[in-house]
């Protein structure tokens, strides 16, 4: 991240390595921080890593105007970007995948997250796709489609470490709704790449479902390959080997256009679910110790990975935010636009498939890593000059700050439901049983009569 501070040159403190090192160190310990101040207010860690990268840009362009240096900070860190949140979204999926259980009972759940993931997904591609068709000159309806798809995936890099607050059932939800967004929305994205590109589209859906179905194969076989190899190395220092063979397999599969990270998904799920997949005359193959040390070992890896790869990922977009792209009114009013469909179209679907308990679940849309990732990776064919960087910046923002106050609403209103009832006690009366001299008392006037 902090190669961008080597532009200082070495005769000054930017091109001092410790100085680097002093500067990255302090943006994890400061991240740990944000991780522990969200947990008590339940602002996303996400915003404020993102508002430290934009103080960081100013502090470092107001020194750079002092040195009389010309950077364009947001175009040297373009690549940095790309790499740090492909590894993030990568690591984000298989931490998310070694959580969820697939068992009888979570049938409905998983369905029910899919279908709202994936008919939320699509219908906010259409409306979105509609609204930049509309009002940015030159946005044709297939590039539209191609803006629009960023723009309306769920981040899973926010939503999984800012709902560990939630009820249990809530919280699985966004799991497992925003893990199915960021693969189904990665997946709808290429497959529209591709049908600009002679060379690899033109297939229609029968060859994006036949790719589907090709990369579940290859992710089931590669995975029972890595588990079965992995389990009889014995040296202490596989599990980081395990997601370098990881991260080939993505970028191998992205090489020959598969949906590679169905490859994650599928082996973080084959982990977390051992006894599901290594069943009849599979599981004597397996050894279920070692198994479960490879697990447990990757399982806090893959946590600690994912915090220090979306800390650098998030300071660092903070760090390409043009503020001056938002001081715009096309753009505030086709964002605006563009925000009220998302919760529109998230309040009807949550109503159907969820129910009336829908708070918080309703504003917890942001978008982020993956947005950012896609955006980037548009192709020049399907660029337009006329779409405005800030209707990005825009959303994410909006979305992200949005989200904050529900979560804030939330906890606040759960508070006072707790002191509510603590301060009106159920009232209990003390029962006192008969004595044995009433008893006989009692017998004996019933003689008499």
């Known amino acids: 991240m902090f190669d961008i501070l080597l532009w200082g040159g070495s ?31 339940n602002v996303p860690s996400v915003l404020m890593l993102i508002v430290l990268g934009i103080l960081m840009k100013i502090g470092l362009d107001f020194y ?42 979570k049938v409905i759940p998983i369905a029910k997250a899919f279908t709202v993931a994936l008919i939320g997904l699509l219908l906010s591609i259409w409306i979105a796709a509609l609204i930049l068709n509309q009002f940015i000159p030159g946005m044709d309806m297939t590039k ?8 309306s995936i769920l981040s899973s890099a926010i939503i999984i470490p800012s709902v560990t607050g939630l009820s249990e059932s809530k919280k699985e ?60 190395i014995k040296s202490h220092t596989k599990l980081f080997l395990l997601i370098a063979v990881l991260l080939l397999l993505y970028a191998v599969g992205k090489k020959f256009h598969l949906s590679a990270l169905i490859i994650i998904l599928i082996f973080g799920l084959l982990m977390a679910n051992k006894e599901l997949f290594f069943k009849g005359a599979l599981s004597k193959w397996l050894n279920m110790k070692e198994a479960g040390h490879i697990y447990e070992g990757l399982h806090v890896i893959t946590m600690e990975t994912a915090f220090v790869v979306r800390t650098f990922f998030f300071v660092i977009f903070g760090l390409t935010i043009v503020l001056a792209d938002l001081a715009s009114l096309n753009v505030a009013l086709i964002s605006a636009l563009i925000l009220i469909s998302i919760y529109v179209i998230r ?41 405005q960087p800030g209707i990005l910046l825009f959303i994410i923002i909006a979305t992200s700050l949005i989200m904050t106050f529900a979560m804030i609403a939330d906890k ?8 509510k009832a603590e301060s009106n006690p159920i009232g209990y009366e003390v029962w006192q049983a008969p004595t044995i001299e009433s008893v006989s008392e009692t017998s004996t006037d019933s003689g008499h009569h």
């Open 173 to 232: 939800f966004h799991i497992y709704e925003s893990t199915f967004s960021d693969i189904l929305g990665i997946m709808v994205f290429y497959f529209l790449t591709g049908q600009l590109d002679a060379a690899h589209g033109g297939g229609g859906f029968a060859e994006f479902g036949g790719n589907v179905v090709l990369t579940i194969v290859i992710s089931l076989i590669a995975s029972y390959l890595i588990v079965l190899v992995f389990q009889n």
């Open 412 to 419: 606040r209103r759960t508070g006072k439901a707790v002191r």
């Open 64 to 105: 750079f105007a002092s040195q009389g240096i010309k950077v364009d900070i947001k175009e040297a860190l373009k690549p940095i970007l790309t790499v740090l949140g492909t590894v993030g979204l990568i690591m984000i999926v298989l931490e998310a995948a070694l959580e969820l259980e697939l068992k009888r009972e």
């Open 144 to 151: 539209a489609w191609i803006y629009a798809t960023p723009l």
């Open 347 to 387: 309040f009807i679907l949550l109503r159907i498939f969820v129910g009336k308990d829908i708070q918080p679940q309703l504003f917890i849309a942001p978008r982020g890593l993956i947005t950012v990732l896609l955006f980037y990776a548009i192709p020049k064919g399907a660029e337009v000059a006329g779409f």
């Open 11 to 41: 005769g000054n403190f930017l091109g001092d390595s410790n100085i680097q090192i002093i500067a990255a160190s302090a943006v994890i310990i400061l991240s740990f921080l944000f991780g522990e101040i969200s947990k008590k207010t």
